[in-house]
């Protein structure tokens, strides 16, 4: 069974290909995502897959029945994209100023549009139901898999697979680890309000640039001194804003941030600390603040069964040379909701480009992938759905 989807999805290779590069040339922001998810449905209709539209948003989720009884598995690829100016000198570049994949968002569509074709010319043979989620706003809080989970994307799934093409690894890896694998990841602002005045006369003042400026010091002191070493957490402040004439001392400053955690404890904690933080600095230079900090998607933790399953399916696949443990990584994923409804694992699949673009990480203005690294994707996730039941 799994040389016959292997052969499929080898002949729909340069499918694959181009259709990831439509994508990429027509890209669309987080829930705005029209004309992908009517693109994604046509898809589906002409090939007569049963397919559901506006599904928490703009969420697409399309299923192919087996011709026996068995378990019911999903797998999930998100479709939105990030607001890049696109600065690839490749044919396939966004056409939309200040829009572009830069994440590879369109090869895990592409990869899933592809394995559900093949998954479906093989249903007569196969065991269980196969359910494709296509998820719109993965890039932006509040995400788009908790409103998909909660219009019912989810019903009746026994387990599910995902993973992220991974352009900073080498193309033929497997990514995988038991647990938390990618981190929580909260968003806070901070609004300093002090008393403006004339450069030339500070003590007639309470300078908020001052303030947020210790306060960007103290910030930092929460996970070097306050958190317990052996856990992880990364607090960061991202922006920082004040902006006056030369010769006035500002009374308001703006900062915007990220925290990154894996525990819970350690989440709220965070949270709590930052507060007291800001307290305390805010109290000893006299001035007063406002704090509003927004929990993003929960940290991604693996089950071990499943994820023990898909280290053996990956071995299946002859283009996988490595299969390796990696470390928890800071970035955020709200694949993390699925995971808190039912069994699965994420992993990532290696896509580095060769030559220098190979050099372009994720959210860059170069990004790209190593195209081949979809089919692997594709036969390991197909390896994962069908042995799931069982057989081969």
Known sequence: M???LFSKLED????????????????????????????????YK????????????????ARVYGSKPGKTVALRADFDALPIQDEKDVPYKSLVPGVMHACGHDGHTATLLLLAKALNELKDELEGTYVFIHQHAEEYAPGGAKPMIEDGCLDGVDVIFGTHLWAGEPTGTIQYRTGPIMAAADRFEIEIQGQGGHGAQPHKTKDAIVTASQLVVNIQQIVSRRVNPVESA?????????ENAFNVIADKAKLVGTVRTFNEEVRTFIEEEIE???????????????????????AVVNHPKETEFLIACAEDVAEVKTIEE???????????????KVPGTFFFTGAKPLGDAGGYPHHHPKFDIDENAMLIAAKTLGTAAIKIHGNE
């Open 326 to 340: 990696t470390e928890p990584q800071m970035g955020g994923e709200d694949f993390a909701y699925y995971l808190e």
């Open 234 to 242: 990364v607090v960061t402040v991202a922006s920082f804003m004040a």
């Open 276 to 298: 007291r933080v800001i307290h305390g600095t805010c109290y000893a230079t006299n001035c007063s603040y406002s704090y509003d900090f927004v929990r993003g998607y929960p």
């Open 2 to 4: 799994l040389d016959k």
């Open 12 to 43: 729909s290779y340069e499918d694959m290909v181009a259709i990831r590069r439509y994508l990429h040339q027509h890209p669309e922001l987080s829930f705005k995502e029209d004309e992908t998810a009517k693109y994604i449905q046509a898809f």
């Open 46 to 61: 002409k090939l007569n897959i049963e397919v559901k539209g506006n599904v928490g948003g703009n969420g697409v989720v």
